[in-house]
């Protein structure tokens, strides 16, 4: 067996090359951005490239390269079932309602027309969200009708830029002003007013929809829940200081008693209906004590879950000890690859 890997430094793929290093796997290091990557991936029966929503170039072919790749028999993580609506916020509706998921209610206008009429109704506040961003990009909380219509002038309009300049600087100075971070970011901030980042100048404007979600009040955390085969490990996030977002908040349990069990079979449910490799589960609940799932990623960060202090199998034992994730998703698609 060879496994082909494209490697990007704070990716997925620095473990996945020590691991083949550590059980002396036959593996290459490919370039997925290669013209030729296509032929120079004959023979290969593995191929894994942590793809990322920040780079442009990702977003541009990773769901069609490794579509294309799986229709010749290659085994690839992530397959196309897993990554397919990755970092879009309206295909996961979409998804996640086909299956009967606990989605927060969502609601998405490909119109000027239709969003107004909605909101004439609608209970405020709600949450704004565009398809793409993690960390809790491109989020807002909107208030009052007249807000949302602002919203709605600009989605039909101009449109929105990936990345929310205002936004971010202002997160690097409260995180500043907490003590989380120095002085220079609150540098990097200001000059990203001005240059922003390279993904999001390349890309399109965000306009042509709009897409809103029920705001759930209350939830003073949320809980990420991350399913990889026939295992689940997760974590408690509390919300930022004067928000209502915990993605990104950097304040983190780790603690078994923290997690809601019912939580891990649902993440577990539905990782098996859509025949994912690996999915990542934010959720939080509603007024009735309801979970509710916000958004999935197949992606996470590399190396925050690895205090994690166990994990669930799928029969909801408890499994005490630390643990690779990264080294269950190689595992995992070799025995695919060995089964097959």
Same mark, same amino acid.
């Given at each position: 067996m060879l496994i082909a890997i494209h490697k990007r430094a704070g990716s997925f793929s620095e473990r996945w090359i020590e691991y083949c290093k550590k059980n002396n796997l036959n593996y290459i290091e490919v370039n997925a951005y290669d013209n030729g990557i296509v032929k120079k991936l004959n023979g290969v029966d593995v191929f894994m490239w942590h793809h990322n929503n920040d780079d442009s170039r990702d977003t541009n072919f990773a769901n069609e390269l490794l579509f294309s790749l799986s229709l010749s028999g290659i085994k690839t993580f992530p397959n196309i079932n897993t990554t397919w609506h990755f970092?879009?916020?309206?295909?996961?509706?979409?998804?996640?309602?086909?299956?009967?998921?606990?989605?927060?209610?969502?609601?998405?206008?490909?119109?000027?027309?239709?969003?107004?009429?909605?909101?004439?109704?609608?209970?405020?506040?709600?949450?704004?969200?565009?398809? $793409?961003?993690? $960390?809790?990009?491109?989020?807002?909380?909107?208030?009052?009708?007249?807000?949302?219509?602002?919203?709605?002038?600009?989605?039909f309009g101009r449109g929105f830029?990936?990345?929310?300049?205002?936004?971010?600087?202002?997160?690097?100075?409260?995180?500043?002003?907490?003590?989380?971070? $120095?002085?220079?970011?609150?540098?990097?901030?200001?000059?990203r007013l001005f240059i922003g980042k390279n993904y999001s100048n390349s890309r399109p404007r965000d306009k042509g929809y709009i897409y809103f979600q029920e705001f759930l009040p209350g939830n003073e955390f949320d809980t990420r829940v991350i399913v990889i085969g026939d295992k689940a490990f997760a974590i408690k996030r509390s919300v930022r200081e004067n928000d209502f977002r915990a993605s990104g908040s950097g304040i983190i349990s780790y603690e078994r008693f923290d997690i809601d069990e019912k939580l891990i079979n649902i993440a577990f449910e539905v990782s098996e209906k859509l025949n994912s490799q690996s999915l990542a589960y934010d959720f939080v609940y509603d007024q009735e004590g309801n979970?509710?799932?916000?958004?999935?990623?197949? $992606?996470?960060?590399?190396?925050?879950?690895?205090?994690?202090?166990?994990?669930?199998?799928?029969?909801?034992?408890?499994?005490?000890?630390?643990?690779?994730?990264?080294?269950?998703?190689?595992?995992n698609i070799i025995k695919e690859n060995h089964e097959s």
């Open positions: 970092d879009d916020k309206v295909a996961q509706k979409y998804l996640l309602e086909s299956i009967g998921a606990p989605l927060v209610p969502s609601y998405v206008f490909y119109t000027k027309k239709d969003a107004i009429e909605w909101i004439e109704d609608a209970d405020f506040p709600l949450v704004f969200k565009l398809r $793409g961003g993690s $960390g809790s990009a491109n989020v807002k909380l909107v208030r009052t009708k007249n807000e949302a219509e602002k919203l709605i002038s600009k989605s830029s990936q990345f929310d300049r205002m936004t971010h600087f202002k997160y690097r100075l409260g995180n500043f002003k907490s003590g989380k971070e $120095g002085v220079s970011a609150v540098f990097k901030g200001l000059v979970p509710k799932i916000i958004e999935i990623s197949y $992606g996470f960060h590399v190396s925050s879950y690895d205090k994690c202090p166990g994990y669930w199998d799928s029969k909801m034992n408890w499994h005490e000890g630390f643990f690779n994730p990264q080294e269950f998703i190689i595992s």
